[in-house]
């Protein structure tokens, strides 16, 4: 007999029932991302026919150009939030300051986001995602900022808007991944249980910055770029300029995704709170690893809202082995 599909509602109601409070609060948020999702598909792909492409001529907080697909995605998400009254203030790649939402006793959440990461992607018809991570609020005042590790996150997760538009999600227990049936209008799950192999095929990683990489990074790269069938080299490289439908490659085919420090960016270029922290809980939970080569991801507490930092995320062994590359050469230099 063919089982029915089992909805993202479904899902994360069950979900929560077994393994947190049955408040609903989780729950509630969850099908809100979907429902943002949701929009951000539909004007993603009319986007050419209603005059959503280029730029606003505007820098966002953290000094990229700004789409405007990304000012309309934000405020999609500002709204959508907003009507829960579940979420106390948003952080975003596009605010400078966080955006208070909700007040009161109910307003127990923080969401961090990068509402369309890849928005280089929208005039070339490439793909683009959604990150968030969601932080339950300590009693502090409603217009303070969480600053907390990445491990404290009790929801993480992504949109891809490629092919087909999925969200993979982890409430920290195991990672599922659902897609979009734009007929029903339903997220279907469609990778149940999502574990990232201990060792992959690919790499991705931003050859243009090589020479600008430390000695171990370009050691690193020379060693899977090296053919040797023993050990699965030469490593494919894979690269789009999305981080979302990147590190999903990764996540699911096994590898290494990485973006190490630069001469132009020291402390590397990616945010930490809401790019490199709900990216890291998704891939540890689904038994990979995410570091900067001298630390986990997940136990670094931010100094402020758009804190940047390196990032190796993938499978375990190929992360490690990453790493043994960073300190070797730290420690040949110090």
Same mark, same amino acid.
């Given at each position: 007999?063919?089982?029915?599909?089992?909805?993202?509602?479904?899902?994360?109601?069950?979900?929560?029932?077994?393994?947190?409070?049955?408040?609903?609060?989780?729950?509630?948020?969850?099908?809100?991302?979907?429902?943002?999702?949701?929009?951000?598909?539909?004007?993603?792909?009319?986007?050419?026919?209603?005059?959503?492409?280029?730029?606003?001529?505007?820098?966002?907080?953290?000094?990229?150009?700004?789409?405007?697909?990304?000012?309309?995605?934000?405020?999609? +998400?500002?709204?959508?939030? !907003?009507?829960?009254?579940?979420? !106390?203030?948003?952080?975003?790649?596009?605010?400078?300051?966080?955006?208070?939402?909700?007040?009161?006793?109910?307003?127990?959440?923080?969401?961090?986001?990068?509402?369309?990461?890849?928005?280089?992607?929208?005039?070339?018809?490439?793909?683009?995602?959604?990150?968030?991570?969601?932080?339950?609020?300590?009693?502090?005042?409603?217009?303070?900022?969480?600053?907390?590790?990445?491990?404290?996150?009790?929801?993480?997760?992504?949109?891809?808007?490629?092919?087909?538009?999925?969200?993979?999600?982890?409430?920290?227990?195991?990672?599922?991944?659902?897609?979009?049936?734009?007929?029903?209008?339903?997220?279907?799950?469609?990778?149940?249980?999502?574990?990232?192999?201990?060792?992959?095929?690919?790499?991705?990683?931003?050859?243009?910055?090589?020479?600008?990489?430390?000695?171990?990074?370009?050691?690193?790269?020379?060693?899977?770029?090296?053919?040797?069938?023993?050990?699965?080299?030469?490593?494919?490289?894979?690269?789009?300029?999305?981080?979302?439908?990147?590190?999903?490659?990764?996540?699911?085919?096994?590898?290494?995704?990485?973006?190490?420090?630069?001469? +132009?960016?020291?402390?590397?270029?990616?945010?930490?709170?809401?790019?490199?922290?709900?990216?890291?809980?998704?891939?540890?939970? !689904?038994?990979?690893? !995410?570091?900067?080569?001298? +630390?986990?991801?997940?136990?670094?507490?931010?100094?402020?809202?758009?804190?940047? +930092?390196?990032?190796?995320?993938?499978?375990?062994?190929?992360?490690?082995?990453?790493?043994?590359?960073?300190?070797?050469?730290?420690?040949?230099?110090?």
């Amino acid at each position: 007999m063919q089982h029915s599909p089992v909805t993202l509602g479904r899902h994360v109601i069950e979900e929560e029932h077994r393994h947190h409070p049955t408040t609903g609060d989780l729950s509630r948020l969850l099908l809100q991302v979907a429902f943002v999702a949701k929009i951000l598909a539909r004007e993603i792909g009319r986007a050419a026919l209603v005059g959503q492409l280029g730029l606003v001529g505007e820098k966002n907080a953290t000094g990229d150009s700004q789409k405007k697909l990304d000012v309309f995605a934000n405020n999609t +998400a500002v709204e959508a939030f !907003a009507e829960t009254g579940l979420v !106390a203030g948003m952080v975003s790649e596009e605010l400078e300051q966080v955006q208070q939402i909700a007040t009161g006793a109910q307003a127990k959440y923080w969401l961090y986001t990068d509402p369309l990461d890849g928005s280089s992607n929208t005039d070339t018809n490439g793909s683009m995602g959604t990150i968030f991570g969601i932080y339950r609020s300590p009693l502090v005042s409603e217009q303070t900022p969480l600053l907390r590790k990445g491990a404290e996150q009790v929801v993480a997760g992504y949109v891809l808007y490629g092919t087909s538009t999925m969200l993979v999600y982890t409430s920290g227990h195991g990672v599922n991944g659902f897609t979009l049936d734009r007929e029903l209008g339903e997220f279907l799950l469609s990778h149940k249980d999502i574990r990232c192999p201990q060792r992959g095929r690919y790499y991705s990683a931003n050859l243009g910055h090589y020479y600008d990489w430390s000695p171990g990074v370009r050691k690193f790269i020379d060693h899977v770029e090296e053919s040797d069938p023993t050990t699965g080299r030469p490593l494919g490289l894979r690269y789009s300029g999305a981080l979302v439908a990147d590190v999903h490659r990764i996540l699911v085919d096994g590898g290494i995704y990485l973006y190490p420090p630069d001469a +132009a960016h020291r402390d590397g270029k990616l945010r930490l709170t809401y790019e490199c922290a709900p990216l890291g809980f998704v891939v540890e939970q !689904a038994g990979g690893r !995410a570091n900067t080569g001298r +630390a986990r991801i997940l136990d670094i507490e931010p100094k402020s809202i758009h804190e940047r +930092a390196p990032l190796a995320i993938g499978s375990v062994n190929d992360v490690l082995l990453y790493e043994k590359f960073f300190s070797e050469a730290l420690g040949a230099t110090g």
